[in-house]
């Protein structure tokens, strides 16, 4: 009981902290497991030298949407969850124009940023409630609102939506 609130204190205290260092342009929380991306290029908030990486659990922890979309890849409409890519670019301070998102295949594309910004593109890492397995184009999979935007079901749109991303560089 006595400990309690000096728990609540430090633990707040430790909220705090890790926040005003994600926020004040040089520090993100550091991943305890395993990173699943890596950001690197003109980025403000970093946590391994000059890049941000992130592990499942830290990607989880971002601001969440969902998006249902067909797609090219599945015969019928699916639930797409994960972070805005608006979101994440935020999360690291990105700065630059041009992002170069790379797959795990080692296909890579290049996506303006002002895409971030102009549509709810989400950087799913779940499908139908499920993480997305690698063999199934997970870990991260990036999902334009191909059904709510009208001229996105398009090659254009599709070659950007990069799955089984394993890294973005942002450039300037
Ligand atoms: N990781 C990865 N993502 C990718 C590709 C790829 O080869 N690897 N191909 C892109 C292109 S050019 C298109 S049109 C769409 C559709 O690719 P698919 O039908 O071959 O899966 O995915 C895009 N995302
Ligand atoms: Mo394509």
Not at 102 to 112: C, G, H, M, S
């Amino acid at each position: 009981m006595i400990g309690m609130r000096r728990i609540a204190a430090a633990a707040a205290l430790l909220v705090f902290l890790l926040s005003t260092a994600a926020a004040d342009g040089t520090r993100l929380p550091t991943p305890h497991d395993v990173p699943i991306l890596a950001i690197t290029g003109a980025i403000e908030n970093t946590n391994q030298q000059d890049r941000a990486l992130f592990d499942a659990a830290m990607f989880a922890g971002l601001p969440r949407r969902q998006l249902v979309t067909a797609t090219p890849w599945y015969d019928a409409p699916r639930t797409f969850e994960g972070p805005l890519l608006r979101d994440l670019l935020a999360a690291v301070g990105a700065t630059g124009r041009t992002l170069r998102i790379e797959a795990l295949n080692d296909y890579a594309a290049l996506v303006p940023a002002s895409d971030a910004a102009a549509f709810d593109v989400i950087v799913a890492d779940r499908i139908d409630g499920e993480p997305i397995p690698v063999r199934e184009r997970g870990p991260l999979f990036m999902i334009y609102p191909f059904d709510q935007v009208p001229g996105l079901h398009a090659e254009l749109y599709y070659q950007r939506s990069v799955w089984q991303i394993r890294s973005i560089e942002v450039q300037p």
